[in-house]
């Protein structure tokens, strides 16, 4: 969910900011006419690392890299390369998420699945990046047209962060590799069959209406008998342009409790995130669709709610080493909540 998050984010920072980039002369094929130019044009490419470990005042961390290049039409596109650093403890997890907008020419094609990623000095003063991914295995997806296929093998290479942190400094070096990584690399591809997941229980999310705020977003998902609760905060960096620092921290909490539309969250002793929340749902809007659950074809019946209300007096809080304390806000009138079962 977390890489999902990342990628949603930077859409969303691209959207409000107007930017579309355009493509690099020799990055992608040149289209023909009709169908056959949507397949044999790249319309995305994802890569997600592996993690690699290091320590910094004393602190173990993991470092991941997250690089996508999407084309929504011929001629233009969206690139981003995301740097992550994240830590684990019983008490849940703090992740630290440099996101950078990259032309399309940060991207070459070396064949056979190998992709090298060099955005150059488009990612000054923030972060070097240099990685070359060698694949090791290849999945290929039905199309009814075009053509995709997963790679997996790994990255390495050059990766240096200046963070702005102090306790986190600058990091990296020219040979830093990372664990098993995964491309995606789609030409157009139209699946022979779509399958919706199902994903059933309860997701929440309030935060201030403003981007970036001065105050966390909060977000949830119940998947069983406990949630999993994050306070997430933006920060506008000043170079390069359109460059973002997301500071999270999340935890597992024991199981919100909802009736008639109200949940109310209630950490537990000793989680990174602290407090009490309440989201008070009204106007409940109910839908049902065929989906896929474990392989299995299932219906899920889903209520949504037009207008969610949330309150938290004492503020939701969360402890992190790099930033500091991340806190939400008392109230927004404007929230998400949905209920998803299935059957």
């Known amino acids: 969910m977390g890489a999902i998050r990342r990628i949603c984010r930077h859409l969303t920072i691209v959207g409000a900011v ?6 690099g002369a020799g990055l992608l094929p040149a289209p023909s006419a009709g169908a056959a130019a949507q397949a044999s044009r790249l319309t995305q490419l994802q890569i997600t690392s592996g993690n690699h470990s290091f320590t910094a005042d004393g602190v173990s961390w993991l470092a991941a890299v997250g690089a996508s290049l999407y084309s929504p039409t011929a001629g233009t596109a969206i690139g981003s390369v995301d740097i992550s650093v994240s830590r684990s403890t019983l008490a849940g997890t703090e992740s630290h998420y440099w996101s950078l907008q990259v032309p399309s020419g940060s991207f070459t094609n070396k064949g056979g699945g190998s992709w090298l990623v060099a955005p150059g000095s488009s990612t000054s003063p923030v972060a070097s990046v240099s990685l070359t991914f060698r694949p090791s295995k290849r999945v290929a997806e039905r199309c ?6 997963t790679y997996t093998g790994s990255l390495s290479g050059r990766l240096v962060l200046t963070s702005g942190l102090k306790k986190l400094g600058r990091i990296g070096a020219d040979r830093w590799s990372f664990g098993t990584t995964t491309v995606y690399v789609d030409y157009g591809c139209v699946p022979v069959s779509t399958k919706r997941p199902c994903l059933p229980g309860v997701m929440y999310e309030a935060g201030p209406s403003s981007f970036p705020a001065a105050y966390a977003d909060v977000s949830g998902y119940q ?9 997430s905060k933006s920060v506008a960096l000043s170079a390069p342009s359109n460059a973002y620092r997301f500071d999270d921290v999340s935890s597992s ?11 109310k969250v209630v950490t537990r002793t000793g989680a990174l995130v602290r407090g009490s929340a309440t989201f008070k749902g009204t106007g409940a809007r109910h839908t049902s669709f065929v989906c896929w659950y474990k392989g299995v074809k299932r219906t899920a019946r889903q209520t949504s709610y037009t207008t969610v209300v949330f309150s938290s007096p004492g503020r939701l809080t969360g402890r992190t080493l790099l930033t500091g304390t991340l806190s939400s806000l008392k109230s927004a009138k404007h929230g998400y909540m949905t209920i998803t079962t299935i059957s």
């Open 18 to 23: 107007g930017a579309g980039l355009v493509l």
């Open 223 to 231: 998947p069983g008998t406990t949630d999993i609760l994050t306070l």
């Open 144 to 149: 009814k047209t075009g053509s995709a296929a």
């Open 253 to 263: 909490e024991p199981k919100a409790t909802l009736r008639s539309g109200v949940l």
